[in-house]
């Protein structure tokens, strides 16, 4: 099965520490996306690429976020200084350029844990 | 702004009956709706999705309705079974755009 993988599955931090996430999406996927939940919430937006160029951000993303896709391949999202706040589960997603509109193919998330 | 609100944080039902689970959206530009399933430990998987110009979508067991004068998405599973337990969100979206999603509607379905 080549769905979206994501590593790691759990990570547990101290405040203050870096973090970063992998996210590798379905091959033939030219668009990626970051979503962060927190308990009882939906999804929330992050950030998207169509191939290596990232073409939206949320307010969400402070500017201790950054993301990448440098081959238009996986990507990664990058916590700096982390805050017991950013505590969530980090999402990631991928679809086919012109696959059903809204269609998302999630992995099974990042959990961070920020103590 | 919380654009797409599922107001029923739980719903149980029992196996064989119709499950009615309930979306509002306030943005009128959302051109196309879906629902997502997630079951513990997994991602959101797609489930069904109906675009703006219609009021109706049907997948086997699942229908989704659309009513744009009020702003509301329903799905409606029937008949109801035990594996479709799940928490279910509501999602919108305009064209080449992000989703936004709802809070999830835990639901369920009692043998």
């Known amino acids: 099965d080549t769905g979206v993988s994501q590593d790691p599955r759990h990570k547990i931090t101290k405040r203050g520490q870096n973090v970063t996430f992998r996210c590798d999406p379905i091959?033939?996927?030219?668009?990626l996306y970051w979503y962060r939940q927190t308990l009882g919430q939906g999804p929330e937006f992050l950030t998207y690429?169509?191939?290596?160029?990232?073409?939206?951000k949320s307010r969400l993303l402070s500017d201790r976020f950054s993301a990448e896709r440098p081959k238009g391949s996986f990507s990664t999202l990058e916590i700096q200084r982390t805050e017991q706040g950013d505590s969530a589960m980090y999402l990631c997603?991928?679809?086919?350029?012109?696959?059903?509109?809204?269609?998302?193919?999630f992995g099974e998330g990042s959990r961070l844990t920020v103590l | 702004d919380q654009q797409v609100k599922q107001n029923s944080p739980s719903l149980s039902v029992q196996e064989g009956r119709i499950s009615i689970l309930n979306c509002d959206y306030t943005?009128?530009?959302?051109?196309?709706f879906l629902w997502y399933k997630k079951y513990p430990a997994e991602g959101p998987t797609f489930l069904i999705s109906?675009?703006?110009?219609?009021d109706k979508n049907e997948d086997g067991r699942f229908t989704v309705f659309l009513n744009k004068s009020a702003k509301h998405l329903s799905l409606h599973i029937v008949p109801s079974q035990p594996g479709d337990s799940a928490v279910y969100f509501c999602?919108?979206?305009?064209?080449?755009?992000?989703?936004?999603f709802g809070e999830g509607t835990q639901l369920t379905v009692n043998p």
């Open positions: 997603a991928s679809r086919r350029f012109r696959g059903r509109a809204g269609e998302l193919f």
């Open positions: 091959s033939e996927h030219n668009r």
């Open positions: 690429f169509q191939n290596e160029a990232q073409l939206e």
């Open positions: 943005n009128s530009m959302f051109d196309y």
């Open positions: 109906i675009s703006s110009i219609k």
């Open positions: 999602a919108a979206g305009t064209s080449g755009s992000r989703l936004t």
